[in-house]
């Protein structure tokens, strides 16, 4: 059983930066896959990005590669995701989500989400 909390989000202006976290409890946070996730109001939740367990392998969707870059640090059980260059159209609410190794992209568990705003 994993439970994910988000922090990091706000308002910024369009161009600017903002870093979440995704901070993880349970055991053996290195056994999952860790993906961010982002909805908008009216539309269908999307898939931002994910990185392996280990933290080598990354995978971004077109719309932030480039501008998004997805790290964890498995001492501390987080997962961040640095968003830089930031659009009014990533305004979304930001959520992580968590799948065990055994079951790739299989994301079982999920955190409440943040709310990103991006000013034009």
């Known amino acids: 059983q994993v439970q994910l909390v988000e922090s990091g989000g706000g308002l910024v202006q369009a161009g600017g930066s903002l870093r979440l976290s995704c901070a993880a409890s349970?055991?053996?946070?290195?056994?999952?896959?860790m993906a961010w996730f982002r909805q908008a109001p009216g539309k269908e939740r999307e898939f931002v990005g994910e990185?392996?367990?280990?933290?080598?392998?990354?995978y971004y969707a077109d719309s932030v590669k480039g501008r998004f870059t997805i790290s964890r640090d498995n001492a501390k059980n987080t997962v961040y995701l640095q968003m830089n260059s930031l659009k009014p159209e990533d305004t979304a609410v930001y959520a992580c989500a968590a799948a065990y190794y055994t079951s790739p992209r299989k994301y079982d568990y999920w955190g409440q989400g943040t709310q990103v705003t991006v000013s034009s």
């Open positions: 990185i392996s367990g280990s933290g080598i392998l990354k």
């Open positions: 349970g055991r053996a946070f290195s056994s999952y896959t």
